[in-house]
C-alpha cells in the first residue's frame, strides 16, 4: 500500500534561514508525489509535485523539493524562510491500483518561522 | 482562491442528525474527491465521483454516502452523527488525467 511519512510534527526555523520539511514515502511503482499547504482556517494549497524528470522540482512560493530514489525521500525545502510560510505541509502521495487519483496524506508538519 | 467552492462553512448539528455538505468543481473539473481531516485520524480520502459516477472509495463509514450530479457538484451525506465524525470535511477537483487537485475551504462539521 501507499503512504507517506512526515516524521517531525513540527519545525522551527528563523526567518532568513533555509528551511526542510522532511517526507519519506512507500511505494509500489512509480511514486507520484505531492507537497501541499495549509494556512490556519483555509484549504489545501498546491505546492509543487514530482512525477517524473529532475529530481529537484520547483514549486509555488519558492519552495522546491528534492525527489531521492535510494532514500525514498521527498523533502521539502526554501533557501531563504519567511515569516509567512509558517503553516501546516502536508505530503501526498498518489493512491494506486484502482484508486489512482486519490491523494494519501502524511499527517502533517507544522513549520513555525521566527522573526 | 482555487475556484472550487464549498458550503456551509461551518455547521454544528446534534448527535444522531443527517446533514449534507456541497461542493462545487472548478469549472471544466470532472472529478470531485471528498476528505475527512480530524485531530486524531489526519487527512483521509472518502471517496472519488468521477463525471457523475463513483470512481474510488477510501476510509467512507457506510453512514456516510456521497454523489455527483450531471451539473457536477457533488454532496457528501452524513447520517446517525456521532461526536466523532467532528471534522473538517474538504472536497478538491481535478481535471480528468491531471495530477494536481484543487481543494475548497472545508465544511466544518461540529456534532453536540
Known amino acids: 500500500a501507499q503512504s507517506v511519512a512526515q516524521p517531525e510534527d513540527q519545525v522551527n526555523v528563523a526567518e532568513g534561514n533555509p528551511l526542510t520539511v522532511k517526507c519519506t514515502y512507500s511505494?509500489?511503482?512509480?511514486?507520484?508525489l505531492f507537497w501541499y499547504v495549509q494556512y490556519p482556517n483555509r484549504g489545501l494549497q498546491f505546492l509543487l509535485k514530482?512525477?517524473?524528470?529532475?529530481?529537484l522540482v520547483k514549486g509555488s512560493y519558492g519552495f522546491e523539493a528534492e525527489f531521492n530514489k535510494s532514500q525514498t525521500s521527498f523533502h521539502l525545502k526554501k533557501p531563504s524562510a519567511l515569516v509567512s510560510d509558517s503553516a501546516l505541509y502536508f505530503c501526498a502521495v498518489r493512491g494506486g491500483g484502482g484508486s489512482q487519483g486519490n491523494l494519501i496524506f502524511g499527517k502533517g508538519t507544522k513549520l513555525s518561522v521566527k522573526p | 482562491d482555487s475556484g472550487v467552492t464549498q458550503t456551509p462553512k461551518h455547521l454544528i448539528t446534534a448527535t444522531g442528525q443527517r446533514v449534507t455538505l456541497r461542493c462545487s468543481p472548478r469549472?471544466?473539473?470532472?472529478?470531485v474527491y471528498w476528505y475527512q481531516q480530524s485531530l486524531d485520524q489526519g487527512l483521509q480520502f472518502l471517496i472519488q465521483y468521477y463525471n457523475g459516477e463513483e470512481r474510488a472509495k477510501g476510509n467512507i463509514l457506510e453512514r456516510f454516502s456521497a454523489q455527483q450530479f450531471p451539473d457536477l457538484h457533488s454532496e457528501l451525506n452524513l447520517s446517525s452523527l456521532e461526536l466523532g465524525d467532528s471534522a473538517l470535511y474538504f472536497c478538491a477537483s481535478s481535471v480528468h488525467g491531471s495530477t494536481e487537485q484543487y481543494f475548497g475551504p472545508g465544511t466544518r462539521l461540529t456534532v453536540t
Open positions: 514530482y512525477i517524473t524528470g529532475d529530481n
Open positions: 469549472s471544466g473539473d470532472l472529478s
Open positions: 511505494v509500489s511503482g512509480n511514486p507520484y
